[in-house]
């Protein structure tokens, strides 16, 4: 929580604001990327597209405008991850494909 979040190409895409871990497993599912866009939303990138560097930064594999474009919530309404639908809708908006949703899910 706190790390710098960029692209590869090190452009500043947010702060991770939280860790959203698998109700199941307790393994991480996803981070909740605070960004500098105006509209004071969270958005959730799942963590198979997240690299942590040796700096502590965290490098998303995304562009800023798909960040931007991600599903939005604000801080005192969190989307229920446990939910199948906003599961699928955050993973197919990054473009991961119906075969690998559920194997990165559970």
């Known amino acids: 929580v706190g790390a710098c979040c960029t692209t ?3 452009e500043v895409l947010g702060t991770i604001s939280d860790v959203v871990f698998t109700s199941d ?3 991480i599912a996803y981070v909740i990327v605070d960004t500098p866009a105006d509209d004071a ?3 959730t990138v ?3 597209l997240c690299k ?3 700096s502590g930064d965290c490098v998303i594999a995304c562009d800023a405008a798909t960040l931007n474009d991600a599903p939005a919530f604000s801080d005192k309404e969190w989307p229920n991850f446990d939910d199948e639908k906003c599961k699928l ?8 494909k119906d075969e690998q ?3 990165r899910i559970r």
């Open 89 to 96: 809708a955050i993973f197919k908006h990054f473009g991961i």
């Open 8 to 10: 590869a190409a090190c």
């Open 52 to 54: 942590l560097t040796k």
């Open 46 to 48: 799942p963590w198979s």
């Open 25 to 27: 497993h307790g393994r």
């Open 101 to 103: 949703i559920h194997s």
């Open 41 to 43: 939303k969270l958005r």
